[in-house]
């Protein structure tokens, strides 16, 4: 079991430039380095909107099926 938890969450990793832009990469890689330094027994947990997609342009053609016909 690990003596030390370290819990990063809500990177937002990705948006407009679709998973090639991370404005603080240098920050949490200093983070990480720094945990690798210290050593001993971590366990780190990268949880909750790490990478964000951007959402659909268009809709897809969706067929409409009248709710009284039967299928």
Known sequence: MATEY???S???MGGD???TTLDF???LVSVLDDLRKRGGDIELTINAD???RPAPT???ERTVVDSEETI
């Open 6 to 8: 370290v819990f990063i």
């Open 10 to 12: 809500d990177l937002h």
């Open 17 to 19: 430039e679709q998973l």
């Open 25 to 27: 990469e240098d920050e």
């Open 50 to 52: 790490v990478f964000i």
């Open 58 to 60: 268009t809709i897809p």
